[in-house]
């Protein structure tokens, strides 16, 4: 069964770092992309960013290019979102999700329950 | 980056209706296309993906349609369960985007 466990939501003041984590269990990690998908309170979903299945390939949304950084670690099936210069419009619950494939953009089919970070 | 323009916004209908959503693409986006459902404090549950083919478990009055760049969802004889809003995501190219978000209540 895939598991997609998502912690290290806190709050955080404007201009604080933090790193998200999601520990993923049940299939083969290093052989699918990962997503990270975000929502504000009381808002719509919003594609952050991705990482190939290798962690070689990585993309962001504009809004957090430069501030946000993705990466894995396929050895511990561990995929970790570092984030820096946080500001109130970073407040969401941060979701992580397995892609269908491992390197080219397809179909998110897994999401974990996600970890809520907020800045104030 | 690819938009998505989703309509309606929201929508109020009753059980047994017949409720299309729409999502336009700014480009194509071949049948890269997944709809989602959410319920308040749930995770997004994916209903369809790749325009037409249904999750496993989703009951068959969910389907899903394309012409050119509008995409469509839609749900056959609501049922109360299905009160929750829908989004549209492309995943044809980086970033992926969603739609807006169509809420479903009851009239």
């Known amino acids: 069964e895939v598991q997609l466990l998502e912690s290290g939501g806190d709050l955080k003041q404007p201009g604080g770092s933090l790193r998200l984590s999601c520990a993923a269990s049940?299939?083969?990690?290093?052989?699918?992309?990962m997503s990270w998908v975000r929502q504000a309170p009381g808002k719509g979903l919003e594609w952050v960013s991705g990482?190939?299945?290798?962690?070689?390939?990585?993309y962001y949304v504009d809004s957090v290019r430069g501030r946000f950084t993705i990466s894995r670690d396929n050895s511990q099936n561990t995929l970790y979102l570092h984030m820096h210069s946080l500001g109130a419009e970073d407040t969401a619950v941060y979701y992580c999700?397995?892609?269908?494939?491992?390197?080219?953009?397809?179909?998110?089919?897994?999401w974990g329950q996600g970890t809520l970070v907020s800045v104030s | 980056d690819i938009q998505m323009t989703q309509s309606p916004s929201s929508l109020s209908a009753s059980v047994g209706d017949r409720v299309t959503i729409t999502c336009r693409a700014s480009?194509?986006?071949?049948?890269?296309l997944d709809w989602y459902q959410q319920k308040p404090g749930k995770v997004p549950k994916r209903l369809i993906y790749g325009t037409f083919t249904l999750q496993s478990g989703v009951p068959s009055r969910f389907s899903g349609s394309r012409f050119e760049t509008e995409f469509n969802l839609t749900i056959n004889s609501l049922q109360s369960e299905d009160f929750a809003t829908y989004y549209c995501?492309?995943?044809?190219?980086?970033?992926?985007?969603f739609g807006q978000g169509t809420k479903v209540d009851i009239k």
């Open positions: 480009q194509d986006i071949r049948n890269d």
């Open positions: 999700a397995k892609a269908e494939r491992g390197y080219s953009p397809s179909s998110l089919d897994y």
């Open positions: 049940g299939f083969s990690f290093g052989g699918y992309a």
């Open positions: 990482i190939s299945g290798s962690g070689a390939t990585t």
């Open positions: 995501l492309q995943h044809t190219t980086y970033p992926y985007t």
